[in-house]
């Protein structure tokens, strides 16, 4: 059996890591700052896949693949791009045991080689929109490791979209972040706000960022996803030019998109606890284990014929888990799959079958339920439907209850130290009064919320006038 | 629409790049070696994905990810190993800005840092086997550009297996060749013939390699997967033992194997025609396109209502495409549909609507055939399933009928230079023999079939004694 997990109230950061190492859904690789998604890790990053990529597809979008390799004159086409990527990349100078001419670049993000390629398959109008997604691995050099969250290579997917118009690349930009939204929120039951980033916070080379951010049980904020109205920039970096209607030249419209396997991060400090991971319902590979409890042969074929049927009526719509090993006790095996976070447990001692039913603990609640052997694939449909409703639920509860509206920077400096989460304070938009912020309390502006409330007041910082308040918080 | 398809007959070479170019399967990207797999080639990827990774689940395999950069000193820790990959290796030098102490390899294969990983996880046969498959993209250093078939980095899976016995090993190796004899006939439609490799042939770090061969329509033969027995070898690079069941320990045994994107390219060279790419209906993302034909307004109407209600029907089960374009003619809808290899053609015309039917037309027989209006379903269900059935009927017996029984070296010179196809000889076994035809003539043994006679005879080169014939060709 594994290790004792440190609690969280003891240190969170080493619960995190126990967790992940425990369940096995990570593992430090040899190589600094790399890290191995094990089965139980990538099975979540599975259902995200699907999920997600069935969304894209619903919306128009395809997938493709295009380069690892960047060269390095292609990194320095877009100014800000190349100053915001540059001195984290991977650059690789031998190829075939030769020196090459030119240093590749591990790809950090893909704009470029993307926007090269749009160039050759771009002449007018009519081959407007492009609507591409690219599911790839990225590298961002990294020596400090924190498993999911801060690792040199991730997995993740990169939506690079081209447009005729602006007003059709905002519309995309936008179309994405609710679709992420929705998923977050549906899916990994994490609920997130949705905003603009601020100039300082944008990605390097967009004209404007939006993300979505989360709360974690640390109340530290974590950014889970973001859709970027790039604008002209790469267009012009790479000379990317159509036909319009008219027959006038126009340099194309763009926008880029991404989450990553720090969803799978997201996921397990929103909803575990001392016992493991808890993997929401929708996004469980395997969402039911049932433990059969036994004395003798008698018993023995008795609860396992009667877990047999269990097991096959909800095979119809659910994967199952049958733990009928030898070797270890009941005890052991509900630590193990609390551990790993399977959604639902089901008992079948004995007594239960002389009684018709099974008992019954969703990995949330931990509470043991009797329920009804007849109608048992229903009950446990609607159990797991609760389920992920009431996770999104309580999450959503403990994002509320730890955002603050504060309007005293000595108030927003304490609360900040002493209670961490959201803080919803005014901004007059200078990037002098967010940085001064930043150096002061290491809070940041998460973003500035689409559905704030238009409300006046005067910024926490210089007292200029504001139109709105903004989220800061300590960020992962 | 897309320039001329040089004819198969004229150059085959040409007229592969023309298809893929011209069908938007993939196109080359300015970093030499490297290539970009456009969305129509993806989709085929995906439905190559989809289809095998079901398969690996099937049979109990799971997936993880490894880090993409390898250490080199990983790499020198298997002899044969290092010398047979490390000449192709691009590798990193610099990370972060900063000169590396020790260069990163990217992945050429993941053998060597997947084994460390396993030397933490396997201490007990408790731990035994470990089933892992790995989607992910690969680099082997390469200059001349081959789209889908020889390119630096390319998309594959490859499974790394770990057991407590060579017999079981033996038996997952050949599990998997079977698995992937029958994905590539029945989805691919691509007949093939596995076999095991020769010590010259097999993979660097092997104790040996199954494959299974293909026949393309120039008549050269294509690798179309590779199984390996590695025996102990990595473990005892990695030093992986596992406490037996008597408490000894022994080192682990291993396997791996793999199929790449090269897939796509023999698709394309077994099934495509003058007109584009044939896509086998079981890997076709869309298998039907609908083209209305209809002159004025109220033709208009009656016909793609008409169209409309016959692509409901056939969405319950098919992926439908209704090109209702009007800027373009239906013969113009033909051709393009035809470059791209969608199965089926469904053509409606108000003749067809007044008859209560419509024209149907298989991309691989090119005829057109009217067909009733009920139960167009079953119909267009039934075509399909012929087609898939039809596809590799036609390409297996291409192979047959190219396929030459030769007892006389300079028949065997002859008929490789002359007819090409495979040539079934004798072959006594030893690595000289082997080389020599390879010198002569360009062609290697592509296996030796399980399924071949045990027929004495002599070597076509030395004339010593030989237990059975193996197969010779030119190959990809």
Same mark, same amino acid.
């Given at each position: ?313 909800? @095979?119809?719509?659910? %994967?199952?888990? =049958?733990?009928?090993? $030898? ?5 052991? &095996? /509900?630590? +193990? ?41 229903? @009950?446990?449909?609607? %159990?797991?439907? =609760?389920?992920?409703? $009431? ?5 959503? &509860? /403990?994002? +509320? ?76």
């Amino acid at each position: 059996m594994a290790e004792k997990i440190t609690p969280r109230n003891v240190d969170y950061s080493r619960w995190y890591t126990d967790v992940i190492l425990q369940a096995k859904l990570a593992d430090y690789s040899p190589v600094k700052g790399a890290m191995v998604i094990r089965p139980n890790g990538y099975a979540i990053w599975e259902m995200i896949q699907q999920n997600l990529d069935r969304m894209f597809k619903e919306t128009g979008h395809v997938n493709a693949y295009f380069p690892l390799l960047i060269p390095e004159s292609f990194m320095k086409k877009e100014a800000e791009h190349v100053e915001g990527f540059s001195p984290e990349c991977a650059v690789v100078t031998i190829g075939g045991g030769q020196e090459l001419e030119e240093p590749l670049y591990i790809r950090p993000t893909s704009e470029t080689i993307i926007w090269s390629m749009y160039k050759k398959w771009i002449m007018s109008y009519r081959d407007l929109p492009i609507l591409i997604n690219q599911w790839a691995n990225v590298l961002r050099w990294e020596l400090r490791t924190r498993l999911f969250l801060r690792t040199s290579e991730f997995l993740w997917q990169e939506g690079h979209t081209a447009h005729a118009t602006y007003e059709e690349a905002e519309q995309e930009t936008m179309l994405i972040l609710n679709l992420y939204k929705k998923f977050v929120e549906e899916y990994l039951a994490i609920p997130v706000i949705a905003g603009r980033k601020s100039d300082a916070e944008k990605f390097a080379g967009a004209l404007h960022t939006y993300s979505i951010e989360a709360m974690m049980q640390d109340k530290k904020a974590l950014q889970a996803g973001t859709s970027h109205n790039l604008g002209q920039n790469f267009a012009k970096a790479f000379d990317v030019k159509f036909q319009d209607q008219q027959g006038q030249l126009q340099y194309v419209w763009a926008t880029s998109w991404g989450v990553s396997t720090r969803l799978i991060g997201a996921l397990i400090m929103t909803h575990g606890d001392d016992n493991g991971v808890v993997i929401p319902p929708r996004v469980a590979q395997r969402q039911i284990v049932i433990v059969p409890i036994w004395r003798g042969e008698e018993e023995k074929k008795q609860v396992l014929d009667y877990a047999d049927a269990v097991k096959k009526e909800l @095979t119809k719509e659910f %994967t199952v888990i =049958l733990d009928d090993r $030898e070797q270890y006790k009941p005890g052991y &095996k /509900f630590a +193990e799959w609390e551990l790993q976070g399977i959604p639902l447990r089901l008992e079948i001692g004995p007594r239960d079958v002389a009684k018709n039913g099974l008992v019954m603990v969703r990995r949330d609640l931990l509470k043991k339920e009797f329920i009804a052997r007849d109608g048992v694939l229903q @009950t446990v449909r609607a %159990t797991l439907d =609760l389920m992920q409703k $009431e996770m999104l639920e309580r999450a959503r &509860k /403990f994002q +509320e209850d730890n955002t603050h509206q504060v309007d005293d920077y000595n108030q927003f400096k304490k609360t900040i130290e002493e209670e961490g989460g959201f803080i919803n304070s005014h901004w007059c938009g200078s990037a002098e009064c967010e940085a001064k912020i930043k150096e002061d309390t290491k809070a940041t502006i998460r973003n500035i919320p689409f559905d704030r409330k238009a409300e006046k007041g005067k910024c926490i910082i210089c007292g200029k006038e504001s139109e709105g308040r903004v989220i800061f918080a300590k960020a992962y």
